[in-house]
């Protein structure tokens, strides 16, 4: 959750609404608008004959604009899907054509919308603002860069900033956390990382931030990964970062962000793994456990009341021990379906979605999740150690996370560690109402200064000349 994390929340995807079939034939370019309680959505379609679709989204209360989307439309079902956050639209054409009518789909949950064939020649909604995003001229260097993960056969692309000062300077390498992320952890308008190095970089540390697998400049492909391999490529940027001149080879840290934190502890119990370590929102329970206390952290967020979380928690336990107890993909695929699909439903579409959910669920990377035990990794974690959360993380609740960092370091015996819950902050280090997801892009702020400064002086105080 980049960032928003990629988790499986086990549950059932409800019937759509039926209606009368239209020609698959006729177009939808043009703008679709609708609303969904307070939220004013407004997608952009493009549907040429025998061209490919594109599609955005816009959600002005959220300052989200241009957002894109997957865009395919089977028969007279719409589909469109957001990567990050994770969510998605699927409908289909009312019976004139100038209608969508179905669900919008996130998280625990999926809310009737219509959209509607908009006016032509409607309003776009202003830029979102986003007066942290750093803008040139920049009073260090600037590089673009490219790196090889030779284990894997691939080339990373990504940003390499340099203090203006006399070197050597210490540096760090920015993970990012789930899903597909460019170097700059963009999400909702918001660049995390972007801001994140140019404070750092402004603090006379040298950064390195990257596009993932298949993203950007990057070559690969995040398809059948895990975090496994992510810490490979953390590993490779190590390499390189250590190579260049200017650099203090003794002073070179990983700075990783929720998933990003798991490759970043990965490489740390490696040979040559970095000097220190900064954990920004990074899970340290029990995979199969996180995923049920996001869960529940979501669904209180939005005020669901007690009976329904009983219910919530179970299904999630349901789905998980499935999952765990067959490793075979086409069985566990026969005993999730029936268990999502509690209305029977045999529309198309509606089967389409859940096993799309059990696509998910079944993967790798998610496998992979489901056991990790980052108790065992942080007991072998001998460098220092920063280990940040915010209070008001929905998605890797800081409480509990936290407490677990502490005691899997405390195992290693590591003695320099500093483990702070940072007040009001979200999963993204902003200064949040609610630490719901929905806020993320309805703050302007990117990246909470308290936060900067707690990691810029820290890494300052480690790496003291």
């Known amino acids: 959750m980049h960032t928003l994390t990629r988790f499986f929340l086990g549950t059932a995807a409800a019937a759509l609404l039926h209606a009368t079939g239209v020609s698959a034939q006729t177009s939808l370019t043009g703008d679709w608008a609708g609303t969904l309680g307070p939220l004013e959505f407004t997608a952009h379609l493009t549907d040429p ?3 490919p679709r594109t599609a955005t989204l816009d959600i002005p209360a959220q300052h989200a604009n241009g957002l894109v989307l997957q865009f395919t439309a089977p028969a007279d079902s719409v589909y469109l899907r957001l990567r990050q956050p994770a969510a998605q639209f699927a409908g289909r054409r009312s019976a004139d054509g100038q209608r969508l009518e179905g669900e919008w789909q996130q998280g625990l949950r999926s809310f009737p919308l219509t959209l509607s064939r908009a006016a032509a020649g409607s309003a776009k909604a202003a830029p979102a603002l ?7 001229p920049f009073p260090y260097q600037s590089a673009e860069v490219a790196f090889k993960n030779e284990k894997a056969g691939i080339t990373l692309a990504g940003t390499y900033t340099v203090p203006a000062d006399m070197g050597p300077f210490p540096a760090v390498v920015l993970l990012t ?8 952890e963009t999400i909702l308008g918001h660049q995390p990382f972007a801001v ?7 603090h006379g540390i040298a950064v390195l931030r990257f596009d993932d697998r298949g993203v950007g400049q990057s070559g690969g492909t995040l398809a059948g990964t895990t975090s496994a391999d992510y810490t490979t490529d953390a590993q490779a940027a190590l390499a390189w970062l250590r190579a ?4 203090r080879k003794n002073q070179v840290g990983l700075i990783g962000h929720s998933q990003g934190g798991t490759a970043a502890i990965g490489a740390a119990i490696q040979p040559a793994g970095p000097d220190f370590l900064v954990l920004l929102a990074s899970p340290a329970l029990p995979g199969d456990e996180l995923i049920v206390q996001q ?11 007690s009976v329904q979380l009983m219910y919530i928690e179970r299904a999630q336990r349901q789905v998980i021990d499935i999952i765990e107890k067959t490793p075979d993909n086409v069985q566990a ?3 999730l379906l029936p268990l999502l699909n509690q209305t029977n439903s045999t529309d198309p579409s509606v089967l389409s979605q859940l096993n799309a959910q059990i696509d998910v669920a079944i993967s790798p990377d998610y496998r992979h999740l489901l056991a990790d035990r980052p108790a065992q990794t942080l007991a072998k974690v001998k460098c220092p150690v920063l280990a940040l959360g915010g209070s008001k993380d929905r998605q890797v609740p800081a409480a509990a996370n936290l407490t677990a960092t502490t005691a899997g370091l405390k195992t290693a015996g590591n003695r320099d560690v500093t483990v702070q819950e940072l007040p009001g902050l979200n999963h993204l280090f902003q200064t949040a109402p609610t630490g719901s997801p929905a806020e993320y892009g309805t703050i302007e702020e990117t990246f909470a200064p308290s936060a900067l ?8 105080r480690h790496t003291k000349k």
Not at 453 to 460: F, N, R, S
Request: proline letters at 10%; zero cysteines; a positive charge.
């Open 49 to 51: 004959a025998g061209g």
């Open 130 to 136: 986003r007066p942290q995003t750093p803008q040139p």
């Open 177 to 184: 956390g789930s899903g597909p992320e460019d170097r700059n």
């Open 196 to 202: 994140l190095a140019d404070y750092l970089t402004r």
């Open 244 to 247: 260049q001149p200017g650099i």
């Open 295 to 305: 869960a529940l952290a979501l669904a209180k967020v939005s005020k669901v009341e």
């Open 333 to 335: 695929r026969a005993k």
């Open 453 to 460: 400064a707690v990691i810029g002086d820290w890494i300052a």
